[in-house]
């Protein structure tokens, strides 16, 4: 029958994959990195810009976002203007990232100035100093949800980066150990991790027997 089969047609016709979202214009990215330094008071800037490029404009994937903020933390310099050039530079190119890290320091430099002389005068008053902790402390939220994402995403490779970050954790805070060393050390070791557990995910085609 015409309907059975224009059904069992539609049933059997792959549904094409959703288009992905165009690349910002230079414009619109120097306004979302502005607003991004601009308004994120007490930190959490990683966490605004998963907010603003993962969850409500999809520019990026999770997984893109997650590699992007891990590449930052690795290279010297300040983590989020390492974040904001390597977003700008993958969306936009070269001057993409330029653009990026002029908007995400320059706007808030000129707040932070502008707020600072005004502070001067009203830094006594109770309330100002409370909500200023309040802001604080969402920007801690922020950030600890982009780390718990962070877990559950090295989760997937199994217990290894979990242990790691423990590792971490006591090297640094319990055992007082330099910075330095243990960061080199326990990178060595999830590089070997890492090529173990991309050996069984990915294992080499094995030769065919020599007639």
Same mark, same amino acid.
């Given at each position: 029958?015409?309907?059975?089969?224009?059904?069992? %047609?539609?049933?059997?016709? *792959?549904?094409?994959? #959703?288009?992905?979202?165009?690349?910002?214009? @230079?414009? $619109?990215?120097? !306004?979302?990195?502005?607003?991004?330094?601009?308004?994120?008071?007490?930190?959490?800037?990683?966490?605004?810009?998963?907010?603003?490029?993962?969850?409500?404009?999809?520019?990026?994937?999770?997984?893109?976002?997650?590699?992007?903020?891990?590449?930052?933390?690795?290279?010297?310099?300040?983590?989020?203007?390492?974040?904001?050039?390597?977003?700008?530079?993958?969306?936009?190119?070269?001057?993409?990232?330029?653009?990026?890290?002029? %908007?995400?320091?320059?706007? *808030?430099?000129?707040? #932070?100035?502008?707020?600072?002389?005004?502070? @001067?005068? $009203?830094?006594? !008053?109770?309330?100002?100093?409370?909500?200023?902790?309040?802001?604080?402390?969402?920007?801690?939220?922020?950030?600890?949800?982009?780390?718990?994402?962070?877990l559950k995403r090295s989760y997937r490779l199994g217990l290894w980066p979990?242990?790691?970050?423990?590792?971490?954790?006591?090297?640094?805070?319990?055992?007082?150990?330099?910075?330095?060393?243990?960061?080199?050390?326990l990178a060595l070791v999830g590089l070997v991790f890492a090529n173990i557990?991309?050996?069984?995910?990915?294992?080499?085609? #094995?030769?065919?027997?020599?007639?």
């Open positions: 029958m015409p309907i059975l089969a224009a059904m069992s %047609a539609s049933t059997l016709t *792959p549904t094409p994959p #959703a288009s992905p979202t165009p690349a910002p214009t @230079l414009g $619109l990215l120097f !306004i979302l990195f502005a607003k991004i330094g601009a308004t994120s008071f007490g930190g959490g800037i990683s966490g605004w810009m998963y907010r603003d490029f993962v969850d409500r404009y999809h520019f990026l994937t999770e997984d893109e976002f997650m590699s992007a903020l891990t590449i930052s933390q690795i290279l010297p310099g300040p983590n989020v203007a390492n974040l904001a050039l390597h977003i700008g530079q993958k969306l936009r190119g070269g001057l993409g990232g330029l653009v990026s890290v002029l %908007a995400l320091l320059v706007p *808030p430099m000129i707040l #932070a100035v502008l707020l600072s002389i005004v502070l @001067l005068d $009203l830094g006594s !008053i109770s309330w100002i100093h409370d909500f200023l902790e309040g802001l604080a402390a969402s920007a801690m939220g922020l950030t600890a949800s982009v780390g718990i994402r962070g979990l242990a790691l970050s423990i590792s971490v954790f006591i090297g640094l805070f319990l055992l007082k150990l330099p910075l330095v060393p243990v960061i080199l050390g557990h991309q050996k069984r995910i990915n294992p080499k085609t #094995a030769k065919p027997p020599a007639r």
